[in-house]
Protein backbone atom coordinates (compact mmCIF):
# COMPACT_ATOMS: atom_id res chain seq x y z
CA UNK A 1 0.00 0.00 0.00
CA UNK A 2 1.12 3.34 -0.76
CA UNK A 3 1.52 6.16 1.69
CA UNK A 4 1.53 9.25 -0.12
CA UNK A 5 0.76 11.96 1.74
CA UNK A 6 0.14 15.80 1.52
CA UNK A 7 1.38 18.27 4.36
CA UNK A 8 1.32 21.85 4.21
CA UNK A 9 4.37 24.21 3.90
CA UNK A 10 4.61 27.85 4.83
CA UNK A 11 6.65 30.50 3.52
CA UNK A 12 6.73 32.76 6.09
CA UNK A 13 7.41 36.32 6.02
CA UNK A 14 10.83 36.35 6.24
CA UNK A 15 11.88 34.36 2.95
CA UNK A 16 8.90 36.07 1.03
CA UNK A 17 10.91 39.01 1.64
CA UNK A 18 14.31 38.14 0.77
CA UNK A 19 12.88 36.99 -2.71
CA UNK A 20 13.38 32.83 -1.38
CA UNK A 21 9.99 31.81 -2.92
CA UNK A 22 10.87 30.25 -6.38
CA UNK A 23 14.24 28.87 -4.85
CA UNK A 24 12.86 27.07 -2.05
CA UNK A 25 9.92 25.83 -4.26
CA UNK A 26 12.72 24.49 -6.45
CA UNK A 27 14.46 22.67 -3.39
CA UNK A 28 10.79 20.89 -2.72
CA UNK A 29 10.70 19.93 -6.57
CA UNK A 30 13.87 18.47 -6.47
CA UNK A 31 13.48 16.14 -3.33
CA UNK A 32 10.42 14.86 -5.68
CA UNK A 33 7.41 17.04 -3.77
CA UNK A 34 4.69 17.77 -5.69
CA UNK A 35 3.21 21.66 -5.33
CA UNK A 36 -0.52 20.67 -5.33
CA UNK A 37 -1.60 23.96 -4.98
CA UNK A 38 -0.16 27.48 -3.45
CA UNK A 39 -1.71 30.81 -2.75
CA UNK A 40 0.35 33.96 -1.87
CA UNK A 41 -1.36 35.51 0.87
CA UNK A 42 -1.04 38.18 3.81
CA UNK A 43 -3.00 37.13 6.52
CA UNK A 44 -4.95 38.98 9.90
CA UNK A 45 -3.51 38.61 12.98
CA UNK A 46 -6.89 37.17 14.05
CA UNK A 47 -6.26 34.36 11.39
CA UNK A 48 -2.75 33.48 12.80
CA UNK A 49 -4.04 32.90 16.30
CA UNK A 50 -6.51 30.07 14.57
CA UNK A 51 -3.67 29.00 12.87
CA UNK A 52 -1.62 28.79 15.85
CA UNK A 53 -3.47 28.11 17.98
CA UNK A 54 -1.78 24.35 19.70
CA UNK A 55 0.83 27.45 20.83
CA UNK A 56 -1.82 29.84 22.20
CA UNK A 57 -0.80 28.81 25.83
CA UNK A 58 3.18 29.75 25.27
CA UNK A 59 5.11 32.30 26.07
CA UNK A 60 6.10 33.18 22.27
CA UNK A 61 2.35 32.79 21.10
CA UNK A 62 1.47 36.46 20.98
CA UNK A 63 5.28 37.56 18.51
CA UNK A 64 4.40 34.09 16.56
CA UNK A 65 0.88 35.69 15.55
CA UNK A 66 2.12 39.03 14.73
CA UNK A 67 4.79 37.71 12.81
CA UNK A 68 3.13 35.22 10.58
CA UNK A 69 0.96 38.45 9.67
CA UNK A 70 3.47 40.50 9.32
CA UNK A 71 3.87 40.25 5.66
CA UNK A 72 3.06 38.20 2.39
CA UNK A 73 3.35 34.72 3.41
CA UNK A 74 3.11 31.69 0.23
CA UNK A 75 0.85 28.35 1.97
CA UNK A 76 1.41 25.18 -0.39
CA UNK A 77 0.21 21.82 -0.61
CA UNK A 78 3.12 19.51 -0.71
CA UNK A 79 2.78 15.93 -1.37
CA UNK A 80 5.21 12.89 -1.74
CA UNK A 81 5.27 9.21 -0.25
CA UNK A 82 5.68 9.73 3.69
CA UNK A 83 5.05 13.62 3.07
CA UNK A 84 4.66 14.74 6.38
CA UNK A 85 7.94 13.27 7.74
CA UNK A 86 9.75 13.49 4.80
CA UNK A 87 9.46 17.51 4.50
CA UNK A 88 10.34 17.75 8.67
CA UNK A 89 13.76 16.48 7.28
CA UNK A 90 13.64 18.63 4.86
CA UNK A 91 12.92 21.75 6.83
CA UNK A 92 15.12 20.80 9.66
CA UNK A 93 15.41 21.76 13.66
CA UNK A 94 12.93 24.43 14.11
CA UNK A 95 15.51 26.59 15.49
CA UNK A 96 18.03 27.47 12.46
CA UNK A 97 21.34 27.32 14.61
CA UNK A 98 20.39 23.45 15.48
CA UNK A 99 19.40 22.27 12.19
CA UNK A 100 21.23 19.69 10.02
CA UNK A 101 23.82 21.29 6.87
CA UNK A 102 21.94 20.87 3.18
CA UNK A 103 17.64 21.28 5.08
CA UNK A 104 15.83 24.41 4.44
CA UNK A 105 16.41 26.53 7.68
CA UNK A 106 19.90 26.06 7.60
CA UNK A 107 20.22 27.32 4.62
CA UNK A 108 17.87 30.40 4.94
CA UNK A 109 16.72 30.89 8.51
CA UNK A 110 17.35 33.39 10.60
CA UNK A 111 16.72 32.81 14.44
CA UNK A 112 14.07 30.94 15.81
CA UNK A 113 11.57 32.87 14.89
CA UNK A 114 12.54 33.65 11.26
CA UNK A 115 12.60 30.38 10.38
CA UNK A 116 11.98 30.69 6.78
CA UNK A 117 9.54 28.17 6.63
CA UNK A 118 6.53 26.26 8.20
CA UNK A 119 5.56 22.41 8.14
CA UNK A 120 2.68 20.52 9.44
CA UNK A 121 3.73 17.91 12.27
CA UNK A 122 1.67 15.41 11.77
CA UNK A 123 -1.01 13.77 9.35
CA UNK A 124 -3.98 14.85 11.49
CA UNK A 125 -2.39 18.36 11.63
CA UNK A 126 -1.69 18.56 8.08
CA UNK A 127 -5.31 17.70 7.41
CA UNK A 128 -6.38 20.38 9.61
CA UNK A 129 -3.71 23.03 8.50
CA UNK A 130 -4.48 22.57 4.30
CA UNK A 131 -8.12 23.00 5.16
CA UNK A 132 -7.62 25.99 6.71
CA UNK A 133 -5.84 27.51 3.61
CA UNK A 134 -7.44 25.86 1.05
CA UNK A 135 -11.37 24.65 3.06
CA UNK A 136 -10.90 21.34 0.95
P1 LIG B 1 6.75 26.64 13.31
O1 LIG B 1 7.17 25.31 12.81
O2 LIG B 1 6.07 27.56 12.38
O3 LIG B 1 5.78 26.42 14.58
C1 LIG B 1 5.68 27.36 15.62
C2 LIG B 1 6.72 28.43 15.56
O4 LIG B 1 6.95 29.10 16.77
C3 LIG B 1 8.06 27.81 15.22
O5 LIG B 1 8.05 27.39 13.87
C4 LIG B 1 9.00 28.96 15.56
O6 LIG B 1 9.21 29.84 14.47
C5 LIG B 1 8.24 29.73 16.64
N1 LIG B 1 8.91 29.72 17.94
C6 LIG B 1 9.35 30.81 18.59
N2 LIG B 1 9.91 30.47 19.77
C7 LIG B 1 9.83 29.12 19.86
C8 LIG B 1 10.27 28.18 20.83
N3 LIG B 1 10.88 28.54 21.97
N4 LIG B 1 10.02 26.86 20.59
C9 LIG B 1 9.38 26.47 19.45
N5 LIG B 1 8.95 27.34 18.49
C10 LIG B 1 9.19 28.65 18.69
Known amino acids: MSNIEQTLS????????????NEIKQIFKKNGFSILKEKKIQIEKSEAEKFYK????????????????????????????NAVLANR?????????DAEE??????YG???????IHGSDSVEN???EINFFFNV
Open 10 to 21: IIKPDAVERNLE
Open 54 to 81: VHETKPFYDDLCSYLSSGPIVAMVLEKK
Open 89 to 97: ELMGATNPK
Open 102 to 107: GTIRKK
Open 110 to 116: ISIDKNS
Open 126 to 128: AKI
